[in-house]
């Protein structure tokens, strides 16, 4: 009798099946809790035993899935009480991966595009919405930016200029966005004022196109402070 296929071929090799990881699935529906305002922040979760119970999971399995959301900033644990839902979020936790992703892509052309969806915008609010205390800032940065020439502090300053414009336009998710490409941004105005400055007109320039953003935000005029902020970047485009 003639053997079956599988029979003939003593090569074929079945794959383990591997099932999902089970601490994914409690992290998803305590994510999806979160979405839903199940949970809100400051909320205490159950205890790793009550967690266990309801979910019908081993304890192991809970105290993976919490560690990972304590890892992302989720949730937040203080010995003795419990674990709770973060009430704040640590920035570099949230970002960090997209910053990286960013500077892998090293892409200077598509980071200043970016830079353009959000930072125009940010300019508009921030000349609507920018508080005493900020303008106060900003001032300060402006001086700065008028007495320094060159050099690593310049670069510094001028990453907080434009930090703290996305942080006055008072819209969480703008500014959590701008986060995101924090630190690329940082590398970014680094490496752009040791090129653009070796020539004293563009060092002229860029401090003319400082002071127009910091006067229209400073006096309110959001579409003014857009404008100016496109003639900023579109320059910097330009020049790399």
Request: net charge negative; glycine share 4%.
């Amino acid at each position: 009798m003639q053997k079956a296929d599988w029979e003939r071929d003593n090569n074929v090799e079945f794959q383990q099946i591997v099932t999902s990881k089970i601490y994914k699935l409690v992290i998803d529906q305590i994510k999806q809790m979160i979405y839903d305002k199940k949970l809100i922040k400051g909320d205490k979760l159950p205890s790793e035993r009550e967690l266990s119970s309801q979910l019908g999971v081993s304890r192991s399995v809970v105290r993976e899935a919490l560690r990972s959301l304590e890892m992302m900033g989720l949730l937040v644990s203080y010995h003795g009480r419990g674990t709770f839902v973060a009430d704040s979020f640590p920035e570099e936790k949230l970002f960090e991966p997209l910053s990286l992703i960013y500077a892998l892509e090293d892409n200077p052309i598509e980071l200043s595009e970016v830079r353009s969806m959000l930072e125009i915008q940010c300019c508009g609010l921030a000349a609507e919405r920018m508080n005493e205390e900020e303008k106060a800032t900003f001032t300060e940065y402006i001086e700065q930016l008028k007495t320094l020439q060159e050099g690593s502090r310049l670069a510094e300053v001028d990453k907080d200029f434009h930090a703290l414009i996305a942080k006055a336009s008072h819209n969480k998710l703008l500014y959590y966005l701008y986060s995101s490409i924090h630190d690329v941004v940082r590398y970014h105005i680094g490496s752009m004022h040791f090129r653009i400055i070796a020539e004293p007109e563009n060092s002229r320039m860029l401090l003319e196109q400082h002071i127009a953003i910091y006067e229209s935000i400073i006096s309110g005029n959001a579409k003014q402070a857009r404008d100016a902020m496109v003639k900023h970047l579109q320059f910097v485009r330009h020049q790399i």
